[in-house]
Structure formats: C-alpha cells, structure tokens
C-alpha cells in the first residue's frame, strides 16, 4: 500500500494540527497503523498507534491526553488529532502500515511496518 502523509505546519504553542494518512492502491482494512515522528538530531520516535478495525489505540507517555488517533477504513484514512501542541512536538511526522491478522492487534517498533509514507512536517513555535 502506498501513504500519502499530509495537514503538517506551523502552528503556536497551545494549537491543533490534524495529520491524515491517505492510502492509495487498495484498501487500508486489514493493516494496523502507526504514526512516528523525527525531530532534528533525534532518532525516529513512536507516537501512536491504531489496529484495523480501530477498536483499540496506543499512545506514547508524551503524548498521551493530547492527541488521538483515529481511522475511516471506508475512506481509506487514519487521522493523528494533536491539541496543545508544545515546542517539544516539533519533528517531521511519517505514518506507516502494516497487514495483520489481528483485528485488534497494535505494533508499536518501526520495525513492524513495511510501508512508509513520506513525512510531514510540523513545527510548533513557542
């Protein structure tokens, strides 16, 4: 499956930002998603994540609260909600898929997904 990553920008701090991940080429049930972000000098990071049929969610302790991540299986979408952004959430944002078996099932290691959408950056100024 091919992702398309896009909604990144600058905002202040205390702002919103919503991310989407489009896939294109077949359909997004069947994979579990995640979204990582890399900020500069640091590695990749985990930040959250969403199982295929949506029912279960798993987020980073830094971004826990804040944001939330959601998916339209008939839209082929999974969006990342990020309120109260901080200086600290600053970094260039990739979501990732991967197929499953597992309906409920959450990966949270680069490592576990095979596709990788390109990156959008956010940038939150203080």
């Known amino acids: 499956v091919q992702l398309q990553a896009s909604g990144g920008g600058l905002v202040q701090a205390g702002g919103s930002l919503r991310l989407s991940c489009a896939a294109s080429?077949?359909?997004?049930?069947?994979?579990?998603v995640g979204w990582f972000r890399q900020a500069p000098g640091k590695e990749r990071e985990f930040v959250a994540a969403?199982?295929?049929?949506?029912?279960?969610?798993h987020y980073t302790d830094s971004v826990k609260g804040r944001f939330t991540i959601s998916r339209d299986n008939a839209w082929n979408t999974v969006y990342l909600q990020m309120n109260s952004l901080k200086p600290e959430d600053t970094a260039v944002y990739y979501c990732?898929?991967?197929?499953?078996?597992?309906?409920?099932?959450?990966?949270?290691?680069?490592?576990?997904?095979?596709?990788w959408g390109q990156g959008t950056q956010v940038t939150v100024s203080s």
């Open positions: 990732a898929a991967r197929t499953t078996y597992y309906s409920g099932a959450l990966y949270y290691t680069d490592s576990d997904y095979a596709s």
């Open positions: 080429g077949r359909t997004f049930n069947g994979y579990a």
């Open positions: 969403v199982s295929w049929d949506g029912g279960n969610t």
